[in-house]
C-alpha cells in the first residue's frame, strides 16, 4: 500500500507573496497559519529581508522555528536571536563588487547582521526603509566593509530593471562563482555567498526537523524563490508570480492580495487535495 504524506514543514516568502500590498498579513492567512500550525505543521518564513525586518511578522503569526533571512546566508531563532547559520561575502571580495558597481554609478546597500549601510541616502533609501521598516546608515561603503573582519550577508543593488539586465552578465561572469546573483523584485539584484540560497536553507531545516523532501512546502513569487520552489515536494507560486516562476511550480496559487497564502494551506496542508499535485523530488523514487 502506498505511504500517504502529509505537509509537515512549510516556508514563506515576504514581501508580495505572505504580505499584501500595504506589507500587511491578511486575517484569512493569518488563521490558515495558525490552523497548520494547531496540527503540528510547521511554519517559517524565507526572505532576502534582515532579521529585524523579518521577526514583526514571524512574532505575528506566533512562529516558533528558525526563520531563514538574507536569501538564506542567515538562519535565526525567532525569540532567542540565537544565529544558527551565517555565511557572509568576505570583506576583501565585497570591497571589489562595491567598487565596480558604485563605478558604474549604482545605487548600492551593504548588510552587516541587523544593519544596512549606503554610501549617500537617496529617494531609493527612503522607499527601501518604508518597505522594510528598517533604518538605513549612511557611510563610506568601502571604509565600513574594511571595518568588518569576517564579510557581509548582502549587497543589493536598486535601479530600473533594464539597467540592472545590462550589469548582470558583467557581475556573473566577474564574480558568479563567488556570489549567489538573484532577484526578490524587479528592481533589486542581490548579492549573497556563492553556496547559499533560500532551498539550500530550507534543505537545511528540514533535515534539522527529520522533515522529508516530500513533506516540505514552498511559497514563493519572484527568482530568489526558486531554488525553494524546486526543492520542496510541493513548489507553489503566487498568482502574482512572474511566468518564469509560475512554470517552476507544480501550483499556482490566488495572489498576495487574494490570499494565495491561505488558498494554497487551506487546499494543501489543511485539505485533502495534496495527492493531486505532489511531486517526486530529483534524485527520489515514489513508494
Known amino acids: ?40 505543521v510547521k511554519v517559517t518564513i524565507a526572505t ?45 571580495l565585497a570591497k571589489k563588487i562595491i567598487g565596480d558597481v558604485l563605478e558604474r554609478g549604482m545605487y548600492a546597500q551593504i548588510y552587516l547582521k541587523n544593519r544596512v549601510i549606503t ?11 518604508r518597505i522594510s521598516k528598517v533604518s538605513i546608515e549612511e557611510a563610506d561603503l568601502q571604509e565600513t566593509i574594511s571595518q568588518e573582519p569576517e ?7 536598486m535601479a530600473e530593471e533594464a539597467g540592472l539586465d545590462q550589469l ?14 538573484t532577484k526578490s523584485k524587479p528592481y533589486f539584484l542581490e548579492m549573497t555567498e556563492s553556496t547559499v540560497n533560500k532551498g539550500v536553507a ?10 522529508a523532501q516530500e513533506e ?3 511559497i514563493g513569487d519572484s527568482f530568489n524563490d526558486l531554488e525553494m520552489i524546486k526543492y520542496a515536494g510541493v513548489g507553489v507560486a503566487m498568482g502574482n508570480a512572474r511566468k518564469e516562476i509560475q512554470e517552476q511550480a ?14 494554497a494551506i487551506e487546499r494543501y496542508v489543511l485539505g485533502s487535495a495534496l495527492d493531486l499535485v505532489r511531486r517526486v523530488p530529483e534524485g527520489m523514487t515514489s513508494s
Open 1 to 40: 500500500m502506498k505511504k500517504k504524506l502529509a505537509i509537515r514543514l512549510v516556508a514563506m516568502d515576504l514581501d508580495d507573496t505572505l504580505l499584501r500590498d500595504d506589507w500587511t498579513i491578511s486575517p484569512r492567512v493569518v488563521k490558515a497559519i495558525q490552523k497548520a500550525q494547531e496540527q503540528k
Open 48 to 92: 532576502g529581508r534582515m532579521p529585524i525586518s523579518t521577526r514583526p511578522y514571524a512574532l505575528q503569526l506566533g512562529i516558533d522555528v528558525p526563520v531563514i533571512t538574507y536569501h538564506g546566508a542567515m538562519v535565526q531563532q525567532v525569540i532567542s536571536g540565537e544565529i544558527l547559520f551565517r555565511r557572509v561575502i568576505p570583506s576583501a
Open 119 to 129: 554610501s549617500k541616502l537617496t529617494e531609493l533609501s527612503e522607499q527601501y526603509a
Open 151 to 157: 564579510g557581509v550577508e548582502k549587497i543589493l543593488l
Open 168 to 181: 548582470t552578465p558583467f557581475l556573473d561572469q566577474r564574480y558568479g562563482d563567488k556570489v549567489h546573483l
Open 202 to 211: 530550507l534543505a537545511a531545516l528540514a533535515e534539522r526537523f527529520n522533515i
Open 216 to 218: 516540505v512546502m514552498a
Open 250 to 263: 507544480n501550483i499556482v496559487t490566488a495572489t498576495n492580495q487574494e490570499d494565495g497564502v491561505a488558498e
